[in-house]
């Protein structure tokens, strides 16, 4: 008797488990990475210094399948802005992945003064990785100073790490921030005499086949060509006249005017560098994104991957030959026909309607102060070579200290803390004193104290724009805002940085698969732009979002 019991509880556990197993295979073969509708691939666009104006200035010489095939298939949101300063590339790159600002992922420049170890650092550099591809310290890269996630992190997190994530872009911050601490791999461009494409220690050990192939293709190379324009200039009339007094222009050539012999220039201007600062630096930015997406195998199953790209030449022919110029326009001309061509390769390798784009920027930029001028605008230009020199001479007399100020850079002032305690000070009037005195310089418009910014809440204006840029334990002690479009820089070119609506402004499309055709004038911010992704994927935001999904504009 107790062994036919025995034998019925043996078989009942058998076919109970004989169940479970069928049970446990088709749960395997319906796996939400595997049976899920997500869009193959997510391909994130940043424009490097892309103003929204040149969607709608430039509109009527871009094809249908570039920027237009954005606007006429996707989403257009017209009212996107930037939600805090500096409007920088490190900080923009990282807001737009990361769906915060600076105030909570910690990049809160390009460049800026580390308290610590009181040194400049740069966002992306790090001494503990090496070089992948290049004997150059140029690839001591790695994104360890971003302290929170991006939404390709939590796809990557969501995925068992199967979906993959990949960087690219001719900046190494560009490439790093964007594709987060969990990617595969990021790649940026290194010019000079080398003219390759780099990485560091921090994803590989080499530089997988497919890099090294594209390395030794001489693309690069083929781009060391004649510039000159796309269609006929003469019908440029959205940009200023070729030759005037407001554009850089490359070493070695009196005027920057069409056409430019980039072979004969590039021996002046950093050999390969000189790529950087022309359209062609986007188009071989594509070609290497086209490389990565085909060598990568991205978009080729249903678990989603991410391919984060950056058009830096825009920045550069910005800073060179400012926002107004034939140069400009006909770099946006350009990229619109590289757009095209990377859909079309998308359209007939992921397929049409498995990917899903978004086309951001990671901050505007000011016309030329000194074409303003000429025009009546005020603007102008404001010289900080003395300003620590003048600073610590007042405080000097104020309190009695030596060389209170350690550091200004990013339009913040940074104290000695040791010194300060040391005299006996209270910081926030120390602090206040700096304000006061800062306020009474020519072209300062207002100036804010660190403690005001963190014991005050603000939600309006330029107050709110400077919290969320300032990051209490990386920020200096007093932050300082300009009038408007007057600029430390030279006299010639665009820069970006402020809070104003020309460094604020950006373009925010977003196309593909999952996203509904319309547009809106509401506001949106550029920290929305990971939680609308990550609300797309059905992924954990980033862990530090602050911004919102944007609900209208998914399908
Ligand atoms: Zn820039």
Redesign the pocket.
Known sequence: MKNIFSLIVVLFIFSSCGAQNTTTDVKTETSILESNDNPKLVVGIVV??MRYDYLTRFESKFGDGGFNRMINEGFNCKNNHFNYVPTY?GPGHTSVYTGTTPKYHGIIGNNWYDKEIKEMVYCAADDNVTSIGTEDKAGKMSPHRMQTTTFSDENRLFTQMKGKTIGVALKDRGAILPAGHTANAAYWFHGRDEGSWISSSFYMNALPQWVKDFNTSEKAESYLKEWDTFYDISTYTESGVDENTFEGGFKGKEKATFPYDLKALSKDNRGFDILKATPYGNSLTTDFAIAAINGEDLGKDKITDVLAVSYSAT?YVG?NFGVNSKEIEDTYIRLDKDLERLFQYLDTTVGQGEYTVFLTADHGAVDVPSYLNSVKVPAGYVDNKDRKVKLNAFLKETYGGEDIVENISNDQIFLDRVKVKALGLKLSDVQDAIAMEELSYPNVSKVYTGTTMSTTSFSFGVEELLQNGHNQKRSGDVLIVNDAAYISYGKTGS??GSALNYDTHVPLLFFGKGIKHGQTFDKTVIPDIAPTISALLGVSFPNGATGQPLGYVID
């Open positions: 490097d210094q590339t920045d800073h820069t970006h």
